[in-house]
């Protein structure tokens, strides 16, 4: 499996690296919306973790892009991982094509969870655990 984190901040890039090494799953990186809207259209990844507030094209902004695509690559599983907790995030994230929200700070347990239920929905496989 190869996830991809859309997240600004290095230490939140560090701790979900780390969990999803110990998981066995590779993982690549990119600091705003664009840079990572650019690795999708130039490689090919199972999940993309997406953070909303980030310099440059946020992540509302760059799923919309993402769903916008003319091609296969539009239909990629997208979990939201934010630290905004209002009542309208996880509607608001949904209506933009999320698959999932999760909430920070990221556990590992949560983290797989929100990976293994979004794999399953959209190609019918076994959970991912922990």
Do not use: W
């Not at 507030?53 to 239909?75: C, E, N, V, W």
């Not at 209506?95 to 190609?123: E, H, Q, T, W, Y």
């Amino acid at each position: 499996m190869r996830v991809l984190l859309v997240e600004d901040n290095d230490v939140n890039r560090r701790v979900v690296r780390e969990m999803l090494r110990a998981g066995g799953i590779e993982m690549a990186e990119a600091a705003d919306g664009e840079i990572g809207l650019q690795m999708i259209a130039d490689s090919d990844y199972d999940v993309v973790l997406m953070d909303l507030r980030m310099p440059g094209m946020d992540g509302m902004t760059a799923i919309r892009r993402l769903r916008a695509r003319g091609d296969a690559k539009a239909s990629l599983p997208v979990i939201v991982v934010t630290a905004d907790a209002g009542s309208s995030i996880e509607p608001d994230c949904l209506a933009a094509g999320a698959d999932g929200v999760l909430l920070k700070p990221v556990s590992m347990n949560g983290l797989f969870d929100a990976i293994g239920k979004v794999v399953a929905g959209r190609k019918g496989g076994d959970i991912l655990v922990a």
